[in-house]
């Protein structure tokens, strides 16, 4: 059992290729959360969390996840992570999260993919892409081994004190940040309402027929930025001249 959130597909082409790997199946958070997330499991079975790292830490969504998730039985949870530039502390704030609510951590992967938090980076072209890609094959290549042969391994960065303070002094931001007053639909828009499917936590909506954001804050995601069909979802002044991400595996 995997469970994964993906805006831009990221996770979710981790989470698909590992699944195929060792033979598991791939659950959607943003699908899952509306549910009761009480599940079965066999005693000391695997369960993954593959998530993306926001600002050095834990998307609010996963938080409220693990929050909610109950077994029946005692599963061994492993952690996979999908980073930009680095993933600075975010490992340890999953770690207490998840043991906040009753659940250990056992082994964390950490892996390069495309950055495309596009409210503050060009997303990488084409052959960037491709390349970074390439590159994460080989290490999920590396986790499915680990995976399938039982070792107690774990492939993660190392985390320099630059990083640790970095990671400090970024995630508050997210915490107590995230707001929505800057989205906008720019001329573009063909008010298609693809961005009201989109949204992972439904704070979209279509009004006037154009798309208006209906809470103070969200998560982050930037998939209505990123998958908007025409380019039309803005954020301030800032996305207008960069190009969107949509994993091109996935």
């Known amino acids: 059992m995997i469970f994964y959130f993906s805006a831009t597909g990221n996770s979710r082409y981790l989470a698909q290729r590992i699944a195929d790997g060792i033979g598991d199946d791939i659950n959607d958070i943003a699908e899952e959360i509306k549910g009761d997330c009480r599940y079965h499991v066999e005693e000391g079975e695997k ?15 996963l938080s409220d996840f693990i929050g909610r998730m109950s077994f029946d039985g005692h599963p061994e949870f492993y952690l996979v992570l999908n980073f930009g530039t680095f993933p600075g502390t975010a490992r340890d704030r999953f770690r207490t999260v998840m043991e906040e609510n009753g659940h250990t951590l056992g082994q964390c992967f950490e892996v390069r993919m495309p950055e495309n938090y596009v409210l503050m980076f060009d997303p990488p072209g084409r052959e960037e892409t491709e390349s970074i890609l390439n590159d994460a094959d080989d290490e999920v290549e590396r986790i499915i081994d680990i995976l399938k042969s039982g070792k107690e391994e774990s492939i993660i960065t190392k985390n320099t004190l630059y990083r640790r303070m970095v990671s400090s002094f970024a995630y508050p931001f997210y915490r107590h940040g995230r707001g929505t007053r800057r989205f906008y639909a720019d ?20 009004d006037g027929r154009m798309p208006s954001w209906k809470s103070s804050k969200c998560i982050r995601c930037c998939a209505c930025i990123n998958r908007c069909p025409h380019d039309a979802i803005q954020y301030g002044l800032s996305t207008r001249s960069r190009r969107r991400y949509k994993n091109p595996r996935v």
């Open 47 to 61: 369960v993954g969390i593959v998530s993306p790292v926001y600002f050095y830490g834990v998307p609010t969504i």
């Open 187 to 206: 001329n573009k828009c063909m008010k298609c309402g693809k961005c009201v499917d989109l949204c992972p936590i439904g704070i979209i909506e279509m």
